[in-house]
């Protein structure tokens, strides 16, 4: 019977990069576009899961999820924790879409009466 050697890793698979996006071997990393503050300097009203993020800013969870693969917004670092997002930085990521045509109904728009910076009432 053949013996067959334990499986390697490929030298050129994509590794995870700090914001959990993969980068090839060699490549660096891209910034998010709207980092989080210093995590003691964040208010806990200013924190919401990603299902309370989509409800606050009017999209759904999907979004949310495209907007970090995206790069533009980052979770907060909690060890093994659930994934929590800074509410007033998602704002910059939710205007920057709105500025670069996120409310054309052709590309999926945004609920009717929408506006750029608009939170949901608490």
Do not use: C
């Not at 924190?47 to 949310?64: C, M, P, Q, S, W």
């Not at 907060?76 to 409310?103: D, F, K, Q, S």
Request: net charge positive.
């Amino acid at each position: 019977m053949q013996q067959v050697a334990p499986a390697q890793k490929h030298p050129k698979a994509p590794q995870p990069s700090s914001s959990g996006a993969f980068v090839l071997p060699g490549e660096v990393a891209v910034a998010v576009r709207y980092p989080n503050p210093p995590i003691d300097t964040i208010r806990p009203k200013d924190v919401a899961d990603r299902a309370g993020t989509a409800e606050a800013f009017g999209v759904d969870e999907v979004t949310i999820r495209r907007w970090v693969h995206l790069e533009l917004i980052e979770h907060l670092p909690i060890p093994g924790g659930p994934h929590l997002y800074h509410l007033p930085t998602v704002a910059y990521a939710e205007r920057h879409t709105w500025l670069n045509g996120a409310h054309r109904p052709a590309r999926g728009g945004r609920r009717p009466g929408w506006q750029p910076g608009q939170v949901a009432a608490a």
